[in-house]
């Protein structure tokens, strides 16, 4: 494609205009209750009225609040908890006033308290077209970048943004970008890492499957700056929408030319492919990655060597997480100022974040970084149904630890959630009211990290058993202080000697909640030693009798 | 005459406060090895691709908060190791009774007893007992082969005898299957070892096992010693270099 026709496209789809537009979320949350029905029968609707030409009916990405599914955008109006049968009315109301009993307020802190970057076309474009995307200012980015900007400046403006790796260990992501540019030689990957595994997050797979072009673009844009020619998706299998969404989108691409030889008529090629994941927690892991990708047992290896210099195939190669690469076109087409004006100081730009919990509205949202954590919280979370008290909440799921009331006037930025103990993670928000015990939340967590540790290094495979099987005694009140001091070793030992960062922060919830909450631990122990102490009392007091057998 | 140029550098660096001289690229352990001081290792056998699974050979580095794999870390100018430390020490013998603690290591029955690396670390770090609470599985034994056997139950994950199959006989009869816990050593595609189209026999994985759960049938307790002559030229073997 060359950079006119691109521009000729934009126009022509922006001048597809419609008189009226129905957006119904086809993400898979609301799939999951009809959403794809409902669409199909609001666009019978239209068609039995016949008034196609007037009314768009189109499928869109997430709008946030998951809890009130399956959202309709009907022009200004937005709809919740919308079914099938709503759908002659929804129709019928566009020419006059909205339907009050299914409207959602939009001017609740859950919407207005959001800053969209990553998400700014979410609930706008419909994913699977490609006309739609690029009316919305699609591939831009990209035009700019490799027409008139060099690699180099392009590293440049995303250091300048301050942007920091969004997977969870937030390590800049311009510095990690020059080392890949600097490492040597012709052949060089780039990777986006969709493995996103952790309980009760689903902000990758909403990103995937409601803007997979914006993914392309930043993975184009990473491999034009770091000398890349090819790109890798790796998304875990378990998200088929995501699947499919991707490769809808890389054909459309393909087509357009917007990927592949000599993009916008300039020396510069890049093509991606997809592959899946087999369902494995630690290929999460940029090094198990990158063997998966090979064909290989997904296992970690030691690093140094890191993927930078030694990666996908032993070439140089580049990974970052979904969000980050969605990060980059705003970042170019508004500039790192822009960017960096958002945020605290060393944390820039938003952060999405998976609602879960014991939270009135679950869901995605996206808010500036620094934020305070009582404001997610109370404000757009809502705050604790059921008249309960809040108690903690499980940033970064099984790698990260929880955080409690006191703490809740904490800003959500890297450096505040590891000073409490936590870390930003991928983006999980478990929230948990009074009724959640401490010591079984961590045995929740260290059971999914015993599952999925690949048994390489003794002590993940060993460590998260052990650590499991003492928490399990201490939950189910058969625990003793010893159980409680041998825990605490163990999670002191396979922090500092695990192989990889599943190892490494597999004792994270044990620790934060012990930090936090021991109390419950003792009283778990307590009340196992009040209890067999009358049970050691009641055996003695019966008498076993023994025959003598001649 | 042009200077002789040689991409390999000296380096100096500094083991257990030792003054040690190298050559770039080579890791810490066969530096320490060179010099006499000893790390303890499970999982590595040089000639094998580093594997840096069993975490025995952690070593401090100084000004590094985090604790490094001397088998998987190169070595760098001015580097200060200390390779045995109260911490250290306590990490290896915690990993060596995780060892006991995953699977059914009874070394009065075990046709290794004596002969048996998994038992000398265990001597070595002084363990009298394991503190954590025992897995007991049920692990099977496949007596399927002519004259190899493989025991599940003293099978400690090393995966020598997975890397010696593949690397130097250039079978690939074995490799790994499940994860966490629940790996288990296989043969091709999970059949009985005595089935396997592809294992040539050679006998190389009994003799790498650190343990009793690659042997030779028909040995009683204690009688199993590994033949280990052949180790050392392990590197000369390779068809692939290193």
Redesign the interface.
């Known amino acids: 494609m060359k950079p006119e026709e691109l521009m000729t496209m934009m126009e022509k789809a922006r001048a597809d205009t419609f008189e009226h537009e129905l957006r119904v979320c086809t993400e898979s949350g609301c799939m999951s209750l009809q959403s794809d029905v409902l669409q199909k029968a609001l666009s019978d609707e239209v068609k039995r009225r016949g008034i196609s030409d007037k009314v768009c009916v189109k499928g869109v990405g997430c709008m946030g609040l998951c809890c009130n599914g399956p959202l309709v955008k009907a022009d200004k109006a937005m709809y919740q908890f919308v079914k099938p049968e709503h759908a002659p009315a929804i129709v019928e109301a566009l020419a006059t006033q909205p339907i009050k009993e299914l409207l959602c307020d939009t001017q609740q802190p859950f919407f207005t308290r959001q800053k969209l970057v990553v998400r700014e076309h979410f609930g706008i474009v419909d994913p699977e077209n490609l006309m739609d995307c690029i009316a919305h200012g699609a591939y831009q980015a990209l035009l700019k970048t490799v027409t008139t900007m060099t690699p180099p400046q392009v590293i440049q403006e995303i250091s300048d943004s301050g942007l920091r790796g969004r997977g969870g260990a937030g390590f800049p992501t311009g510095l990690k970008w020059a080392t890949v540019s600097k490492a040597g030689g012709t052949t060089k990957y780039v990777i986006c890492n969709g493995d996103e595994g952790d309980p009760g997050a689903f902000m990758d797979r909403s990103v995937m499957e409601g803007d997979p072009h914006r993914v392309l673009e930043g993975m184009a844009i990473a491999a034009y700056a770091v000398g890349a020619e090819n790109g890798v998706i790796y998304v875990r299998a378990e998200y088929p929408l995501a699947v499919k969404r991707l490769t809808k989108a890389i054909n459309l691409a393909r087509r357009h030319e917007l990927i592949g030889h000599n993009i916008f008529g300039t020396k510069f090629s890049f093509n991606v492919e997809l592959r899946l994941g087999a369902g494995a927690f630690v290929c999460g892991e940029e090094t198990a990655l990158i063997a998966s990708v090979e064909g290989k047992r997904g296992v970690p290896r030691p690093r140094p060597p890191y993927p930078a210099n030694y990666g996908l195939f032993g070439y140089p190669t580049l990974i970052n997480n979904v969000e980050t690469y969605a990060n980059i076109a705003p970042i170019i087409n508004k500039g790192a100022a822009w960017f960096a004006q958002i945020g605290t100081e060393k944390s820039k730009g938003t952060k999405i974040f998976a609602l879960t919990g014991k939270i009135k509205n679950t869901g995605l949202i996206e808010v500036p970084m620094g934020i305070a954590l009582r404001d997610i919280i109370y404000d757009i979370a809502g705050g604790i149904p059921d008249g309960k008290a809040f108690k903690a909440v499980q940033t970064g799921g099984p790698s990260g630890g929880c955080i409690p009331a006191d703490l809740l006037d904490i800003t959500v930025d890297y450096e505040s959630l590891a000073k409490a103990g936590s870390i930003m993670g991928s983006g999980g928000m478990i929230v948990m009211d009074e009724t959640s015990n401490m010591a079984d939340v961590a045995r929740f967590f260290m059971e999914f990290c015993m599952t999925e540790s690949c048994g390489k290094c003794i002590p993940c495979r060993v460590g998260t058993y052990e650590m499991h099987e003492l928490l399990d005694r201490i939950c189910e009140k058969r625990g003793t202080p010893e159980d409680l001091q041998l825990l605490k070793d163990l999670c002191d030992m396979v922090k500092q000697t695990s192989l990889c960062g599943l190892g490494q922060s597999a004792p994270n919830p044990v620790l934060s909640t012990l930090r936090y909450f021991e109390q419950e631990y003792q009283n778990l122990i307590a009340e196992a030693q009040a209890a067999r102490g009358q049970t050691t009392h009641a055996d003695t007091s019966e008498h076993i009798e023994l025959e003598v057998l001649p | 005459m042009s200077a002789v140029t040689s991409t390999t550098q000296s380096i100096t660096l500094t083991i257990d406060d030792k003054a040690i001289s190298c050559r770039s690229g080579e890791t810490i352990l066969q530096v320490a090895r060179e010099n006499n001081i000893d790390i303890p290792t499970l999982c590595y056998l040089e000639g094998l691709t580093?594997?840096?699974?069993?975490?025995l050979c952690?070593v401090e580095i100084a000004a590094s908060p985090?604790?490094h794999?001397a088998c998987?870390?190169?070595c760098t100018e001015g580097m200060t190791v200390r390779t045995t430390s109260p911490r250290l020490k306590?990490?290896r013998k915690?990993?060596v009774e995780?060892?006991f603690?995953?699977r059914n290591h009874v070394c009065s029955v075990c046709v290794s007893n004596g002969h048996c690396e998994l038992q000398n670390m265990a001597t070595k770090l002084e363990i009298d007992h394991v503190?954590?609470?025992y897995?007991f599985p049920h692990l099977a034994v496949d007596n399927s082969h002519d004259y190899m056997r493989l025991d599940h139950n003293r099978c400690?994950?090393c995966l020598r005898c997975v890397r010696v199959c593949g690397e130097i006989e250039g079978a690939h009869t074995k490799?790994?299957k499940?994860?966490?816990?629940?790996?288990a050593i296989i043969h091709d595609l999970d059949e009985p070892w005595g089935d396997s189209q592809t294992c040539t026999g050679c006998g190389k994985c009994v003799n790498v096992c650190p343990t009793g759960a690659l042997t030779h049938r028909g040995t009683a307790v204690g009688e199993m010693t590994k033949k280990t002559e052949f180790l050392p030229y392990l590197t000369l073997m390779r068809e692939v270099k290193l």
């Open positions: 580093v594997w840096g699974g069993c975490r952690m985090k604790l794999a998987a870390t190169e306590q990490y915690m990993i995780m060892l603690a995953e503190r954590f609470p897995r400690i994950l490799d790994v499940g994860r966490g816990v629940l790996s």
